[in-house]
């Protein structure tokens, strides 16, 4: 059977990388209250396929699958911005509109009142019988 030819790896890079932020960070005395030191460039994987709708960076699968989303998605921003610039002119017609107020019934038993609602001695009194 034939595999395909793996990448090379680049983990020697990756931890180079590493180690030179954690030295960068070390550095740092936060105690001082100084501005921090703007943070490294970021380091892009050439292997790595750019979304041309939000700027993200994915591997092939990954990016085949996103970049269809991306652009339905992005499709249906614009077309949200369109719609709303459409009902604009209907939008002051609603908030005009005033539902004519329901009118309550007092009802004697349904509302307890505030004093009500604080624990009450019950109405059974013990007594203690002595033999």
Known sequence: MFKPPKKPSNWRRKHEEFIATI???KGLNLKDGGKLPPPPPPSYDPDYIQCPYCQRRFNENAADRHIN??????ARITNKGKLAADTKGKLPTRTQYKPTP???MP?????????????QPSGVSKTVVET
């Open 23 to 25: 030295r960068a960070a």
């Open 69 to 74: 989303f991306c652009k339905e998605q992005a």
């Open 107 to 119: 009802s004697a038993g349904s509302t307890p009142s505030p004093s009500s609602r604080l624990p």
């Open 102 to 104: 329901v009118k309550k």
